[in-house]
């Protein structure tokens, strides 16, 4: 199982970005998936998860401003992020096969896509 992420980049404070994640392997539509991310000098953090049912929680830091998405005819999970802000810069990675906020609980990681938002 691979999952490879994309979409990163720099976008000014207010702006928009969505981060991608293809997974390889089988039985994707069965497994839930989860975006985390890696500020500078910080612990990975929780931030959106969706289940295979497409039912979806997110971190209080990005409730209504991030949508976590899916299409499994595609093997891919989104991260559709509005209004960003300087404290949104990290590195985004994916995960699959795990339940809740903690990391622990993820069976596989994509390689982490870095976003930059400029003030």
């Known amino acids: 199982v691979q999952l490879q992420a994309s979409g990163g980049g720099l976008v000014q404070a207010g702006g928009s970005l969505r981060l991608s994640c293809v997974a390889s392997?089988?039985?994707?539509?069965?497994?839930?998936m989860a975006w985390f991310r890696q500020a500078p000098g910080k612990g990975r953090e929780f931030v959106a998860h969706i289940t295979y049912s497409g039912g979806t929680t997110y971190s209080d830091s990005v409730q209504g401003r991030f949508t976590i998405s899916r299409d499994d005819a595609k093997n891919t999970v989104y991260l559709q992020m509005n209004s960003l802000k300087p404290e949104d810069t990290a590195v985004y990675y994916c995960?699959?096969?795990?339940?809740?906020?903690?990391?622990?609980?993820?069976?596989?990681w994509g390689q982490g896509t870095l976003v930059t938002v400029s003030s």
């Open positions: 995960a699959r096969r795990g339940t809740g906020r903690n990391e622990i609980d993820y069976t596989y």
């Open positions: 392997g089988r039985a994707f539509s069965s497994d839930n």
